[in-house]
């Protein structure tokens, strides 16, 4: 594995913790938090997973469209709908006037297991 990708998944497993804790917080949980960071560790995996195949990727948060540079016949596309769905929460609840619910918190969670999932079995890990 290349020195790159391996940070690119050390910054994701971080974020994963992290939206982990956010979550089962018992005082104060930071759902907002919970749904940035699960969106932040799907970001990092695809990067890792480009980066290991040395395909350029942009500077970008939008999941679907770093999805777009992974080869279709490797079945991400199934999580499609999920990538765009977490994208949004890398902006949306960061400012005031919207905030994530427990069960929005849950669902970013989700998906970012399915997204985590699919690309560490990508890399064999």
């Not at 992974?70 to 765009?84: A, Q, V, Y």
């Not at 985590?116 to 890399?123: F, K, T, Y």
């Amino acid at each position: 594995m290349r020195g790159a990708t391996a940070e690119w998944i050390e910054k994701a497993e971080g974020d994963f913790v992290s939206a982990q804790r956010e979550f089962r917080a018992r005082k104060l949980p930071n759902y907002d938090a919970a749904c940035f960071f699960a969106q932040q560790c799907a970001e990092k995996y695809l990067k890792a997973y480009l980066q290991e195949q040395d395909l350029p990727f942009p500077k970008t948060h939008d999941l679907v469209r770093l999805l777009a540079r992974i080869p279709p016949s490797l079945g991400l596309s199934t999580l499609r709908s999920d990538m765009s769905i977490l994208t949004a929460y890398a902006t949306e609840f960061r400012y005031p006037g919207e905030s994530a619910s427990k069960e929005t918190a849950r669902e970013a969670l989700a998906f970012c297991k399915a997204i985590r999932s699919e690309i560490r079995n990508l890399l064999s890990l």
